[in-house]
């Protein structure tokens, strides 16, 4: 279940009814990325790099060579501390795409069911908000344990799996429920949803191809919460969330 809702997200990442979505999510995060990037170099140059010369300042001049070398491990440090942001940048982008990927796959995948109701862009937004400051705190936590031998590559996974996971599936599961139900139902299948959680932090670690990870991990959890809504009808589904009525 769990991959074949991977299988169908990947085939959804290129499809034609998803290529505006695909443009408009991969150009946004390589913008907030970028933008974070540059921030990130001017404030090092602007608050660190002055240190040097308080430290050193006799620096003999056929040592320029030094600080030129030093300025480009410096840049590619910065873009190293960013690809630890990926994560918390991808639930912000995810919260305000997330409905129109869903859209496109409820749309050419399941025609005869009723299409879920997008959230109110208010909700969204706040819901994007407090997503990111979870995943932020959560990814500080994997930081932390970089620095314990045998446990920072596993906690990077364990955080991201978790927290990826339950939200993107809330996310999809409230088109069609209320937010209450959404997490009840999350909680009810949490280790299927764990499980898929920990594909979406496994895309997540591949240089380059994460920046898609908002595209794939809302497909997944679209699929995955379809095919546990078939296989456990004991969570009814909230009609009052259906873009138009069920049909009988």
């Keep these: 279940m769990i991959l074949d809702?991977?299988?169908?997200?990947?085939?959804?990442?290129?499809?034609?009814e998803s290529r505006a979505v695909f443009w408009k999510t991969l150009g946004l995060t390589i913008l907030v990325l970028t933008g974070l990037w540059l921030m990130l170099r001017e404030a090092?140059?602007?608050?660190?790099?002055?240190w040097v010369a308080v430290f050193l300042p006799d620096l003999p001049d056929w040592t320029g060579w030094l600080t030129f070398v030093?300025?480009?491990?410096?840049?590619?440090?910065?873009?190293?501390?960013?690809?630890?942001?990926i994560a918390p940048i991808t639930a912000l982008i995810a919260g305000?795409?997330?409905?129109?990927?869903?859209?496109?796959?409820?749309?050419?995948?399941?025609?005869?069911?009723?299409a879920g109701n997008a959230m109110p862009l208010g909700q969204a937004i706040i819901g994007s908000i407090q997503f990111l400051g979870v995943v932020i705190l959560g990814n500080i936590v994997a930081l932390i344990?970089?620095?314990?031998?045998?446990?920072?590559?596993?906690?990077?996974?364990?955080?991201?799996?978790?927290?990826l996971g339950r939200e993107f599936f809330e996310f999809a599961a409230m088109r069609f429920r209320s937010p209450k139900d959404a997490r009840a139902f999350r909680s009810k299948h949490a280790s299927?949803?764990?499980?898929?959680?920990?594909?979406?932090?496994?895309?997540?670690a591949?240089?380059?191809?994460?920046?898609?990870?908002?595209?794939?991990?809302?497909?997944?959890?679209?699929?995955?919460?379809?095919?546990?809504?078939?296989?456990?009808?004991?969570?009814?589904?909230?009609?009052?969330?259906?873009?138009?009525?069920l049909r009988r």
């Design 5 to 16: 809702a991977a299988r169908r997200s990947l085939v959804n990442l290129f499809a034609p």
């Design 44 to 50: 090092f140059v602007y608050y660190a790099w002055p």
């Design 70 to 85: 030093a300025a480009i491990g410096a840049s590619i440090g910065l873009a190293l501390a960013l690809a630890l942001l």
């Design 96 to 114: 305000l795409f997330l409905d129109d990927v869903a859209e496109v796959i409820e749309k050419r995948d399941y025609p005869s069911e009723p």
């Design 145 to 163: 344990m970089l620095f314990i031998p045998g446990v920072n590559l596993v906690a990077f996974f364990l955080v991201n799996g978790y927290l």
């Design 192 to 204: 299927t949803v764990f499980l898929a959680g920990l594909l979406i932090a496994g895309f997540l």
């Design 206 to 245: 591949i240089p380059f191809v994460n920046l898609l990870t908002p595209l794939f991990a809302a497909g997944l959890m679209v699929h995955l919460h379809k095919s546990l809504s078939r296989r456990d009808p004991s969570f009814a589904l909230d009609q009052s969330r259906f873009a138009e009525p």
